[in-house]
């Protein structure tokens, strides 16, 4: 089975949107190391990863779902 960076993802994303660590961490009302830490993890929970995918405007899940077609 494939296994997905979803921290990666994330990283990918900001950058992609211009976003920073300081902006998500304020958004998560966490410390920006929290964030490194997220960018690092090939798992996140599914409250956190429902939040940034908000937050984000990108559906994350997506990435989960299209390994069970």
């Given amino acids: ?5 979803i921290g990666e993802l994330i990283r990918r994303k900001m950058k992609e949107e211009r976003y920073t660590a300081a902006w998500l961490a304020k958004q998560l009302e966490c410390d920006p190391s929290n964030i490194y830490k997220i960018f690092k993890n090939y798992r996140i929970d599914t409250d956190s990863l429902l939040k940034i995918s908000r937050l984000l405007h990108h559906d994350f899940f997506s990435y989960y779902s299209s390994l069970l077609e």
């Fill in 1 to 5: 089975m494939e296994e997905i960076h």
